[in-house]
Every structure is written in structure tokens, then in C-alpha cells.
């Protein structure tokens, strides 16, 4: 089975500043990754997701993550972060051969002027 | 092109009522899933459709029924709720039948309170 860990459940920094936020994944197959993003109020909507060969890939907003198949992880990065990047994000795993999409429990950040 | 619609947008029930979450998407995506959020557990998948005339369960199916209508329309059953299934429930839909790759497309979600 697979699992999804997100290290951190909120994350404070402020504005201008750089983040990263930390998602582990567990799996005995090959797996593709995702970062979705959930403004307030509002459904998920994909930031990025890794299937194949670069092991970083770029998203919207400016945001990146880089797949790290030694350490199982899938860390999400903005070098400069603003106010309208406070939301919360959720790393998720499907398995190559499934239809089916673990979600992490989710990090709130929150970005402070 | 509206994308997955979810109707309503909030529901108050009592302990043992029912009702039907609708949820209809417009970008002819065969994949369809209804999920359930709760506070620090993230999102949980309770049924998926991969594709028309097809319904499977997922991680927390229990009191719940769906329908795959048709293409477009995908709606989740609460027969008798209760307190345990207040949450904020989302409907998403994806591409391809069998495409863990895919994208999934949420809709803006239903806020459910059963007192």
C-alpha cells in the first residue's frame, strides 16, 4: 500500500522569503507525484506533478519540487514566496498501474507581510 | 465551460436523514471521485467511477452510495447520516479510465454539518 507523509502541518514565513514544504511517500512500485494547491474556500487545483525523467519539475506560481527517489521525498520550493501564496498544499501519490490518488494530510502556509 | 459543478454548497442534516450530493462535470473526463476532508487527515477517497457504468469503492465507502448517471453526472448518497459524516465533501473528475497520471479536476466542494 501506499502512504503519504507531509512533515509539516503549518508552515509560517514571510514574505519575499523562501519555502520548502516536505512530503515522504511509502511505495513498493513506481509511483507519480503531485502538489496540489487549495486557496480558501476553494477545490484542490494542480501546482505540479512529476510522471517520468526530470527529477525536477516546474509548476505554477513559480513553484518547483524535485523528486528524490533514494530518500522517497517530493519537496516542494518557491524561492520567494508572497502573501497570496497562503493556502493550503497537499502532496499526493498514485501508483503506475492504479486509478486511484493518496493525498497527504496537507501543510497551511502561511505567509505574513 | 464551468469545469465540476457541486450542488449544494452547504447542508444541514439531522442524525438519520438522507440526502444526494450531484456533482456534474463538462470537460468529458470518463474518471470521476468523490472524496471527504476532514481537519489534519487530508483528503479520502470514499468512491470512484473510471468510467461510465462502472463504480468501485475507495478508502471510506462505509454509509455512503453513488451513482454514475452518465457520463457527466456522478452523485454521492448519504442514506442515513450521521454525525461522523460532517465534512467537506468534493467531487474531482480526470481524464483517462485507467490514468494515474492524470490530472484531477475539483469542484468547489460541499459543506455537510449532520447535528
Known amino acids: 500500500a501506499q502512504s503519504v507523509t507531509q512533515l509539516d502541518s503549518q508552515v509560517p514565513v514571510f514574505e519575499e522569503a523562501p519555502v520548502e514544504l516536505r512530503c515522504n511517500y511509502s511505495?513498493?512500485?513506481?509511483?507519480?507525484l503531485f502538489w496540489y494547491v487549495q486557496y480558501p474556500n476553494q477545490g484542490l487545483q494542480l501546482l505540479l506533478k512529476y510522471l517520468s525523467g526530470s527529477t525536477l519539475v516546474k509548476g505554477i506560481n513559480g513553484f518547483e519540487a524535485e523528486f528524490n527517489k533514494s530518500q522517497t521525498s517530493f519537496h516542494l520550493r518557491k524561492p520567494s514566496v508572497h502573501i497570496s501564496d497562503t493556502a493550503e498544499y497537499f502532496c499526493?501519490?498514485?501508483?503506475?498501474?492504479?486509478?486511484?490518488?493518496?493525498f497527504g494530510a496537507g501543510t497551511r502556509l502561511f505567509v505574513k507581510a | 465551460n464551468a469545469g465540476v459543478t457541486q450542488t449544494p454548497k452547504f447542508q444541514v442534516l439531522k442524525t438519520g436523514q438522507s440526502m444526494t450530493l450531484q456533482c456534474a462535470q463538462d470537460?468529458?473526463?470518463?474518471?470521476m471521485y468523490w472524496y471527504r476532508q476532514d481537519p489534519g487527515m487530508g483528503l479520502r477517497l470514499i468512491y470512484y467511477s473510471a468510467s461510465e457504468g462502472t463504480t468501485d469503492k475507495g478508502e471510506v465507502p462505509n454509509g455512503y452510495n453513488v451513482s454514475r448517471l452518465n457520463k457527466r453526472e456522478f452523485s454521492l448518497r448519504l442514506e442515513s447520516a450521521a454525525p461522523s459524516q460532517t465534512s467537506v465533501y468534493f467531487c474531482?473528475?480526470?481524464?483517462?479510465?485507467?490514468?494515474?497520471?492524470?490530472?484531477?479536476?475539483f469542484g468547489p466542494g460541499t459543506r455537510l454539518l449532520v447535528l
Open positions: 511505495s513498493s512500485v513506481s509511483v507519480y
Open positions: 499526493a501519490v498514485s501508483v503506475r498501474l492504479g486509478v486511484k490518488t493518496i
Open positions: 474531482a473528475s480526470s481524464e483517462a479510465r485507467q490514468g494515474a497520471w492524470e490530472t484531477q479536476y
Open positions: 470537460m468529458n473526463h470518463n474518471s
